[in-house]
């Protein structure tokens, strides 16, 4: 479908029919906080129709303010055919697939691989991550499993249970996808489990689904965009379109073929660059304070204000790290009393599902630690904290 064409059926929502003028590039950028401020099923602000024959998804956020998106029927069947598209260079007829992302839980990504890896010729094991690592490792050696599907964090925390209990699988490629993929990850992941290919097979976000992907000829962080599906901008920081390559912006999407809930102009809250390979960009990691690791998501403010709610913190920052087998959180704070770091990591995790699980599972670790006032990292100009420091490579 055309832009205009989104453009114009978009008009029929309450929430768009304020936004929407008659230059494409005024339109305000849409953020994950429009989404929840907009509730469903309280508000039908952001529908074009009445809502029936849809399916209803979760995008993240806190226990209290979900974040939901609707797909139609069709949309997410076409969604699904998209991903098709993008999975078709990186499957042959040998590949024995195991689907590891979680189902349940509002998620979409679990069901869309499904959904286009029936389109393929190949033998799918539609797994989960929610079973045991012992249980996938049994199923593999079964069925001769050897190609894996699922989160970077998920897959490297069964790496390690692997390395650990010196199981050995013959895993010929790895697919990826929901979180970005460190070189000291995929480094870990080629030793472990002796895959020769690591590819992302999906760029994409539960709000408007997949956008970008990697072929075999795609290097680093570079991916094809899914042009027909998406309409892709990288802006700068004054929120002006960037034309040329080498300049890293905010990547900003616009569906062009959801209709049900329009998702047009889009802040992602990725950092992106055009790429000679392939007519695609490049990722240049997570912008601003929004969270995205070990299978959670979240935004700084979300953390700050159950902090903020359990002691006297005059600042904190939230580091993210990685070691070879999980992902790490540090939130250290300056606090004018002391506090009760197992305390409030309690807290957290309590607030946090997804976070919990995340833990739960071995793929992600929450440290709390106090500093003294005045030593966490300040700019020389500003003397501001940054709320978020990201120390994760990608690959």
């Given at each position: 479908?055309?832009?205009?064409?989104?453009?114009?059926?978009?008009?029929?929502?309450?929430?768009?029919?304020?936004?929407?003028?008659?230059?494409?590039?005024?339109?305000?950028?849409?953020?994950?906080?429009?989404?929840?401020?907009?509730?469903?099923?309280?508000?039908?602000?952001?529908?074009?129709k009445?809502?029936r024959?849809?399916?209803i998804?979760?995008?993240?956020?806190t226990?209290?303010?979900?974040?939901?998106?609707?797909?139609?029927?069709?949309?997410?069947?076409?969604?699904?055919?998209?991903?098709?598209?993008?999975?078709?260079?990186?499957?042959?007829?040998?590949?024995?697939?195991a689907?590891?992302?979680?189902?349940?839980?509002?998620?979409?990504?679990?069901?869309?691989?499904?959904?286009?890896?029936?389109?393929?010729?190949?033998?799918?094991?539609?797994?989960?991550?929610?079973?045991?690592?012992?249980?996938?490792?049994?199923?593999?050696?079964?069925?001769?499993?050897n190609?894996?599907?699922?989160?970077?964090?998920?897959?490297?925390?069964?790496?390690?249970?692997?390395?650990?209990?010196?199981?050995?699988?013959?895993?010929?490629?790895?697919?990826?996808?929901?979180?970005?993929?460190?070189?000291?990850?995929?480094?870990?992941?080629?030793?472990?489990?002796?895959?020769?290919?690591?590819?992302?097979?999906?760029?994409?976000?539960?709000?408007?689904?997949?956008?970008?992907?990697?072929?075999?000829?795609?290097?680093?962080?570079?991916?094809?965009?899914?042009?027909?599906?998406?309409?892709?901008?990288?802006?700068?920081?004054?929120?002006?379109?960037?034309?040329?390559k080498?300049?890293?912006?905010?990547?900003?999407?616009?569906?062009?073929?959801?209709?049900?809930m329009?998702?047009?102009?889009?802040?992602?809250?990725?950092?992106?660059?055009?790429?000679?390979?392939?007519?695609?960009?490049?990722?240049?990691?997570?912008?601003?304070?929004?969270?995205?690791?070990?299978?959670?998501?979240?935004?700084?403010?979300?953390?700050?204000?159950?902090?903020?709610?359990?002691?006297?913190?005059?600042?904190?920052?939230?580091?993210?790290?990685?070691?070879?087998?999980?992902?790490?959180?540090?939130?250290?704070?300056?606090?004018?009393?002391?506090?009760?770091?197992?305390?409030?990591?309690?807290?957290?995790?309590?607030?946090?599902?997804?976070?919990?699980?995340?833990?739960?599972?071995?793929?992600?670790?929450?440290?709390?630690?106090?500093?003294?006032?005045?030593?966490?990292?300040?700019?020389?100009?500003?003397?501001?904290?940054?709320?978020l420091?990201?120390?994760?490579?990608?690959?």
């Amino acid at each position: 479908m055309r832009l205009e064409e989104i453009l114009d059926i978009a008009k029929k929502s309450k929430f768009y029919s304020k936004r929407i003028g008659k230059k494409f590039q005024e339109i305000p950028l849409l953020k994950k906080e429009d989404i929840i401020e907009n509730p469903l099923p309280k508000s039908s602000a952001m529908l074009t129709k009445p809502l029936r024959k849809a399916y209803i998804y979760s995008s993240g956020g806190t226990t209290r303010k979900p974040a939901y998106t609707i797909y139609s029927f069709e949309e997410f069947d076409r969604s699904t055919e998209v991903l098709t598209e993008m999975l078709s260079p990186l499957i042959d007829s040998s590949d024995v697939i195991a689907n590891l992302h979680i189902p349940g839980n509002l998620w979409t990504a679990y069901y869309a691989f499904c959904n286009a890896l029936e389109r393929l010729d190949c033998l799918l094991l539609p797994i989960g991550g929610g079973v045991s690592f012992d249980s996938i490792a049994d199923t593999l050696e079964s069925f001769g499993g050897n190609t894996l599907i699922g989160v970077p964090s998920f897959l490297v925390a069964f790496s390690n249970y692997l390395e650990q209990n010196q199981i050995k699988l013959e895993i010929k490629k790895i697919l990826y996808g929901g979180e970005f993929l460190s070189v000291n990850s995929a480094e870990m992941l080629k030793r472990v489990t002796g895959a020769k290919e690591i590819y992302s097979a999906l760029y994409g976000i539960v709000e408007s689904g997949p956008i970008a992907s990697q072929c075999k000829k795609c290097e680093g962080t570079s991916h094809h965009i899914a042009q027909d599906y998406h309409y892709v901008e990288i802006l700068d920081e004054n929120l002006k379109p960037i034309e040329e390559k080498g300049k890293v912006g905010r990547v900003v999407i616009t569906n062009l073929d959801r209709t049900l809930m329009p998702i047009i102009r889009f802040d992602t809250g990725d950092f992106g660059e055009w790429s000679d390979c392939c007519g695609g960009f490049e990722l240049r990691g997570r912008a601003g304070t929004h969270i995205q690791i070990g299978c959670c998501h979240l935004t700084t403010d979300e953390l700050e204000s159950v902090v903020f709610s359990f002691c006297r913190p005059v600042a904190m920052q939230t580091v993210l790290t990685q070691t070879s087998s999980k992902d790490c959180i540090l939130v250290q704070i300056e606090s004018l009393g002391e506090v009760n770091e197992k305390l409030l990591k309690e807290r957290i995790t309590d607030e946090f599902k997804d976070m919990k699980a995340s833990i739960d599972k071995k793929i992600l670790s929450l440290r709390i630690k106090q500093v003294p006032i005045g030593t966490l990292k300040r700019d020389r100009k500003t003397g501001k904290i940054k709320k978020l420091v990201d120390e994760r490579r990608i690959a």
